[in-house]
């Protein structure tokens, strides 16, 4: 471009010089005007020496100017040309520069530090043999110091195997690796060539039953143990590898188990690259489930790169664990801002870096909860993917735990009819028709998901599902045969009692006597006041309604181990004795409250979710006896009447009275928990 512009500059140039030659005559114009000027004068004829006239002057003037103009700005144009190629080039040399400071060196330096560094006694390189050289006199070569170097190089390369053999042998006895080639009697030399690939070989090997070995958790493998098993925080953090087919081709969809996030090859135009050594570093740490360390790792590079996409994978993986380990929630909503970060709104990650936060960020938003972020997670997943299986059945999962039945029911009915090989789907909609208690459609969808799907066969709330819909349905015979199934398969403790979260070792009854509850001091405290708790229950009862101020028939005192502030105001005798009673106070899993039976009412079989409480049931106002059935026997409540029962079996209640009864509920921890199995008890809720 720049020798372009100067050949126009020269152009220009000499058009200029023409103009001038024109306007300036014969007297000053070129050689040829001024001889042929001359030969005018001698001869006395006007050839070439004729004057101009000051019309033509003034044109060659104007001329003149014109292209003066145009050689000013083809000059201008030709100077910021050049300028622009000087610059261009200065930008080139200092963006190499850049690239090798930045970038290529950093990447030198990571494949040096993670290749494995030669064992002590191993081959060495083999260096040039001197040998002597041919007598220049006689012209004949020493074949007999060629001979001799040749045996040398022999002894030499036979010593490098043994040393090798010996390396192989002894490493092979501290790996998995049982398949180790007999010792045999000594061989020839193998070419440098047959070294490598052997040695290749040995490293695959190696590295497969290694990966095997951390797969299998620790498990031995051919007679030597496995070697430590890493964290499972790097793998698809998914359930299992679902598949559907597709327009007639099988499809796995999320199969992450084998992507290596953090160490996956590096790219050039991978951001992490400047900072990939610091992030293997951290890698390791995590490895190692040295959590704190990890963490503080990360939050070195994210100083020198807060955009980096690993780091911040990184962190939230050592957040997670650390709050599982503390028991944080506090740390658990800062891990699930970096998965957030890593899979929403860092636009430089890799998709299968994106895919894996927001697999966490679904399921751990909805551990903590957040229905609503689990969602946005795992609509953006599909963004990602597109449709499959695992993720539109989490999608419906997710309205269902936003309490959005509906749209949870639109969803898994559409997934359905696309995919009707997902029994998973087709399971979900017959649970939403149960609880719309259309059992004759939901029925069918239920036992197909039990017989069918794996996922569902080991889940025993389909079987307790449609075990209800036949007892609705009068088929009491097939639904305990249903209940006999889940029994077989460990699902529930037993057919009457259908409790879903149960602790192991607890007697189990259907009803309790006070003594053997051992609460009998608290017990009998709250016999002893009943007249005051009944006259305290009566004065919140809207006699007109048959209801509690809020409208409800349940006036709640303590939920999940925590007093209603609210309440306790209007009912301060009856929460002062339940503050005197730890085993009701502290109680997670269970409600103590106030209850009102409508006249006439009669209360399906039914059983509650655990079996570490019990419950205690007194007759405050109860016109008629309130009959309860527990597994298959009954008895009958009176009021002032104290009864004690597990609501893990399964019971069923009968009010006759003409007009509301009214009983106080308070479940208690099971009295065969220890106090550390106590703390260990999670909310329900």
Not at 16 to 31: F, H, I, K
Not at 53 to 77: F, G, Q, V
Not at 90 to 102: D, H, K, N
Not at 137 to 158: F, H, L, M, V, Y
Request: positive net charge; proline residues 5%.
């Amino acid at each position: 471009v720049a020798l372009a512009a100067v050949q126009q500059e020269t152009v220009i140039s000499w058009s200029v010089e023409q103009s001038d030659n024109l306007t300036q005559g014969p007297a000053s114009g070129g050689m040829e005007s001024r001889r042929r000027g001359k030969e005018g004068e001698r001869n006395g004829s006007a050839v070439g020496g004729t004057e101009r006239t000051p019309e033509s002057r003034e044109e060659a003037k104007k001329l003149r100017k014109e292209l003066k103009e145009k050689y000013a700005k083809e000059k201008r144009i030709s100077d910021a040309i050049r300028w622009i190629a000087v610059v261009a080039v200065l930008i080139l040399a200092v963006a190499g520069l850049y690239y090798y400071l930045a970038y290529y060196r950093p990447s030198l330096t990571a494949s040096a530090a993670s290749k494995p560094k030669p064992a002590e006694g191993g081959d060495k390189p083999r260096t040039k043999d001197k040998s002597p050289k041919s007598d220049a006199k006689t012209g004949k070569s020493s074949k007999t110091d060629a001979k001799a170097a040749k045996k040398k190089r022999d002894d030499g390369s036979k010593k490098d195997e043994k040393a090798s053999s010996k390396q192989t042998s002894a490493a092979d006895k501290k790996s998995a690796d049982k398949t180790a080639a007999p010792k045999t009697k000594s061989k020839p030399a193998a070419s440098d060539a047959e070294k490598a690939q052997k040695s290749k070989k040995s490293k695959d090997s190696k590295t497969t039953k290694g990966s095997k070995a951390k797969a299998e958790g620790g498990q031995q493998t051919g007679g030597a143990k496995a070697s430590k098993k890493p964290p499972t925080t790097f793998n698809d953090p998914g359930r299992k590898n679902y598949s559907v087919r597709e327009n007639g081709v099988l499809r796995e969809e999320l199969n992450l188990e084998k992507i290596r996030l953090l160490r996956r090859p590096v790219s050039p135009s991978d951001p992490d690259r400047p900072y990939i050594v610091q992030v293997l570093s951290g890698d390791n740490l995590l490895r190692d489930e040295r959590w704190s360390t990890a963490l503080e790792k990360f939050n070195e590079i994210l100083k020198m790169f807060p955009a980096s996409p690993r780091a911040i994978y990184g962190k939230a993986v050592a957040l997670e664990n650390l709050a599982r380990e503390k028991k944080s929630n506090k740390l658990m909503d800062t891990a699930i801002d970096f998965y957030q970060k890593a899979g929403m709104e860092t636009f430089q990650a890799k998709e299968d870096l994106k895919i894996a936060s927001l697999m966490r960020l679904a399921d751990l938003s909805s551990e903590q909860s957040q229905h609503q972020l689990s969602l946005k997670a795992l609509e953006k997943l599909q963004e990602i993917r597109g449709r499959s299986y695992t993720i539109d059945n989490k999608i419906g999962l997710a309205h269902l735990a936003a309490g959005s039945n509906k749209k949870a029911k639109t969803h898994f009915l559409k997934v359905a009819e696309e995919y009707p090989e997902n029994l998973f789907a087709k399971a979900h909609v017959g649970f939403i028709l149960f609880l719309e208690k259309r059992y004759e459609e939901a029925l069918p969808l239920l036992l197909e998901g039990i017989h069918r799907d794996a996922s569902i066969k080991t889940n025993a709330k389909f079987y307790l599902y449609a075990g209800e819909c036949l007892m609705r349905l009068n088929r009491m015979e097939e639904a305990f045969a249903i209940y006999g199934e889940a029994v077989s398969l460990d699902l529930i403790p037993s057919v009457w009692q259908r409790s879903l979260y149960n602790e192991p070792g607890l007697t189990a009854r259907g009803w309790w006597s006070v003594e053997e509850t051992g609460y009998q001091l608290a017990l009998e405290r709250i016999e002893k006041a009943l007249g005051n708790i009944t006259e305290e229950t009566i004065s919140l009862i809207d006699s007109e309604k048959g209801t509690f101020p809020d409208g409800s028939t349940q006036f709640v005192l303590i939920s999940n181990g925590k007093k209603n502030a609210r309440n306790c105001d209007l009912a301060p005798t009856t929460c002062a004795l339940i503050e005197s009673f730890p085993a009701a106070l502290t109680c997670r899993r269970g409600e103590t409250k106030f209850t009102i039976f409508p006249p006439r009412t009669h209360v399906q079989p039914h059983v509650g979710l655990t079996n570490s409480r019990l419950e205690v049931v007194v007759g405050l106002r109860l016109s008629k006896g309130l009959r309860i059935r527990v597994a298959e026997e009954s008895r009958v409540l009176q009021d002032g009447q104290m009864v004690i029962l597990d609501d893990s079996f399964e019971q069923e209640l009968w009010y006759e009275g003409g007009e509301p009864g009214v009983v106080m509920v308070m479940d208690v921890w099971h009295p065969d928990l220890s106090e550390p199995a106590i703390r260990k008890q999670a909310s329900l809720s």
